[in-house]
Structure formats: C-alpha cells, structure tokens
C-alpha cells in the first residue's frame, strides 16, 4: 500500500465541488423539463440534455450511473483484491463482500494477468459490456497494487473500458493521486454512517497505522478517511457514488443526514441497498437476529432522501465477480479454464458498431418512454395523486419480454399521472423448473411483489395466473414485446378507466419482502 499522501489546495477543492455541484444543479433542474415525478431518481435516470456533455459521456453507458443505460449495457467485476481493511458487522470474509455482492458465493480469485484477460474474453463476446469494476471481494484500495496493475494494464489493451472501482474508504485519500492517474472516472465510497457512535454499531475494528483500532476511535477514523476522500475526488472532478446499507434500528432515519452530508460534499449519486443478513450468511448481524428492512422500509428511506443527492435504486448488490446485464449473472461462462479454451477477438470497431446499435434501441424506448407520458397527463376524473407499484418481467432491451416462470427478478416501477419511476427490483426464486411450475415458489414471489398491483410479463401459465389474481396481483401479458415505461402507463390508463367507469375499486396494497440468502440451485441453472 502506498504511503504518499496526496493534499489539494482550498482553491482547487471549492473549484472542483463548484464543477460538481453545478451539474447536480443541472441534473435536478432537468428533472422536471424531462417529466421525472421527482429529484429522487433523477441523477441516474437524465438524459443528455439535463447535463453537461463530458459528464453525460461518462455515465451515458455505465449501468450503475445511469438507470436507462441498466437496461442495455453491462459492467463486469475481476476478483483481484481479497484483503479488507476494515471489519463490517454485515460481512463475512468467507463469502464475497456484502456490500458489493450478493452473499454465499465463494469468488475465483485472479491475478492481475488473469483479470485483464477476463476482461477481454468478457469484451469480445459481449460487446456491450462497457465498465470493468473492482470491488473486492475485501476492498479495492486495500490492495492497491493488484488493484492498479490490472486498471494500468486493461487501460492499455481496452481502451474504451470505463473503469469504476468500490472502497469502504479508509485508504482513499492517500490513493486520490492514483485514482487520477489511471483516469479511473467513477468511485463508490461505502458511508454508512456520519457519526461515530452510529458507526461503533456496525464497525467493530479497522486497520490503521499497522494496529488494529476497535470502538469509538475506530469509526471516528474511518468516518473522517471518508469524508477527506470524498471531497478529494470532488476536487478533482472523479464522479462519486455513496453506497449505504440500510440496517433497520442502527442507522435507518441516520441515512437521511448521511445522504444531506455526501450531497454537501458532492457526491453524484447515493445508493440505499437493504442489508442482507441471515444466520447462513456467518456474519455478526446474520448471527445475532439482526433483519433487513422489508421492501416499504427501503422505500420510505429512499423517498425521505429525495430532494438530497440523487438517489440510485437500481443496485443489484452484485458479486465480486459479477458478468453482464445488472441482474444477470454470466460468470460462469467465463471462468478460467474455459477462458483458456476462448479465442479472444477484442475488436474495438465491432464493439463500437454493436454498441451503435445498443443506443438506437436506448432512443427508441426513451421516445416511447416520453409518448406515454404525454398520453398519461391526460385528465380523466381520477385521483391526481393516484400511485402504484407493478412489477415487471424483463430479460433486457428495456422491454416486457419474460416469461413469469423465466424471472429470477422484476423490476418495480411507481407509476402516478407524471410518470413511470424506475424503484427497486426483488429477487425471486423461479418458479418454472425444467418445464414444470414449481407451486411452492409460488407464495415467496408473491410476498417479494406484493406491494404491487400488477405484474408485466410477457407469458404466463393458468395456474400462477389464478394464484396472483386471488392475491389481488393482476398479471398482464397484453403488453408482451413493448417498451416498459409505455406498457406500464397503458395498463395505468385502463386501470385508472376502470375505476372512472366504477368497474372497480383502488385499494391500497401490502408491503413486501426483500429475499434473502441464496439461490436456489434449480433457479441458477435454468436463468
Ligand atoms: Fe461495479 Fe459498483 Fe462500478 Fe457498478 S456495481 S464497482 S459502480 S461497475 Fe452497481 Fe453492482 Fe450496485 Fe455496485 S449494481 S453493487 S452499484
Ligand atoms: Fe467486508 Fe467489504 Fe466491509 Fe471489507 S468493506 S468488511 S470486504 S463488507
């Protein structure tokens, strides 16, 4: 680990956190000029014309930065840096990092060498794959030499890569330095805290000055490293992610004040992910009884930040080694030995070509996204301020095309008469296994989704149908093969008519529960 401590100076600090947040202003405003119903997804969900052009370059196809760009580009992870720093009271050092990645998947650890060319096999078979991010399994700035050595390196090979990297920030601000060197655009710092005595609940030690330092002391150097680094990236104009785990009872309403702090710092956007903690799991709050929050407590969280740094609700708490689309995980196509047996073509104008056509379909769904809306604002005698969830079944391009029995997540979207806002997703066991529905998946699925009123799919079978329709869940295959947003407004439209024609009554609906623990081993195989 370098030593070398980087300073900047006042000037350059209040220069760079005027360039950031001139942007965050701009992105706001745009907000509304582009019918978003509210700031809280606005920083990932504008569009070109809510931003200055250099930073839409650099989040226009980055699928964490950016909600649009989730449905079209994919990122990747390498598993290069195993070390951690810090201790988490949510992570077990046995599983990959559970801030970063879904819990109780061991990775395959690389080497630099290894990463980079995992890089490139990823790049020349999926063309859209257009972020290489480091995030543990520990934390990327607590091995920074393999860290930086496979960034150096792919930087040289794969030019047109983003690199992104994810740190719980204790070793930040003496890596700014490098951070820039390497041109490395997007940053995650985890801050789950903003006061000390909060963060003795979750941290018990960190390593610092080659000791190990536990409690109060602990939290307050790991707090005041996270803080110092931030405004250091800000100064510098690298574009900043918070990612904080919602631990219901620790640091639940504390969030709001973290998101008021990072926004005051600059940070781009602020993540709110839902601990995810079971006994399996091994780790301090699996063991001793501490739960996640339920999908409504998630929710009112991230609604309560709306008006603070831009919210980002799309995470997929992916692994240390997660390959594709967010919410698809291809890397088992990609392992070692199979990446001996690849002939690896990394043909920068072929990707650039595939990737052309990734951003016509982008537009198209952003224009049917905007017809739908204007469509939506239409009076129609119902309750203005009318909102409901759907859930929807997608395997990409933006539109409904899954099968219910193919989905192992759908994506929620609110819809009101202002719009369709992309707000979480839920993980779900699948429900067809092999050609067959299993029937016992049936009641996890409907408690992962039952805050909604619909569910969009593009096929389902009669005895899942029925299942849903006596849970109050309508399911709706009469959209199949349309873009989201204009298929969720049109079922919102008739919906809205059949309660102006009084055919039916709006009833509120329940909260719903965010899965825990693995997969199911059927599920991995069929997705
Ligand atoms: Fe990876 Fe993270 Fe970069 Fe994305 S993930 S290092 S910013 S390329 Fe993305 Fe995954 Fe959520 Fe992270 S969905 S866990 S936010
Ligand atoms: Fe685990 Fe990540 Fe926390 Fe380190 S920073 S203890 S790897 S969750």
Redesign the pocket.
Known sequence: MSTGTAFVSIDGLKKGRQAVSDILEAAAGGCGSTGGAGKASCGSSAGPEDMPPEIWDKIKN????SEEA?HHYA???VAVAPACNIQCNYCNRKYDCS???RPGVVSQKLTPEQAVKKVLAVASEIPQMT?????GPGDALANPKKTFDTFRMLAEQAPDIKL???TNGLALPEMVEEICKYNID?V?ITINMVDPAIGEKIYPWIFWDHKRVTGLEAARILHEQQMKGLEMLTARGVLT?I?SVLIPGINDEHLIEVNREVKKRGAFLH?I?PLISEAEHGTYFGLNGQRGPSAQELKAVQDACMGGANL?R?????RAD?VGL?GEDRSDEFTLDKIEQMEIVYDLDKRRAYQESVEGERQAQHAAKESALAEAAADDGVDADMAVLVAVATEGHGKVNQHFGHATEFQIYELNKAGAIFVGHRRVDLYCQGGFGEDEQLPSIVSAINDCHAVLVSKIGACPRDELLAAGIEPVDRFAHEFIEKAALGWFGEYRQRIARGEITHQPRGDARIRQGAYTGGAEAAA
């Open positions: 980055h699928p964490c930065y989730h990122r990747m992870h801030n970063e990645s972020v290489l991010g480091i995030a992104c990297l994810s997007h995650t992610k990612n993540n992910m980002m799309h995470c997929r708490q992916c997660a967010l």
